[in-house]
């Protein structure tokens, strides 16, 4: 297993962290083995892609259709001359 150290952290998120473990039954070391897993369990979602994603986001708005505007002709590029 491995350890670290982490330096320099709030007093308040300190004692905010002893008042967790407390109500938990747990140490304070417990606690910031089990706060910190949960973070980065949370930050790792396999199998949902960016595509997937938006696709759920939008998927209630799919039975709504936009009238598109016709096409005009392309304008003529820009002359350096």
Known sequence: MASITIRNLDDDIKARLRVRASVNGRSMEEEARRVLA????REIVPGKALGTAIHKLFQPFSDIELEL?????MREPPRFD
């Open 38 to 41: 949960e973070a980065v369990e």
């Open 69 to 73: 505007p016709a096409r005009e002709p």
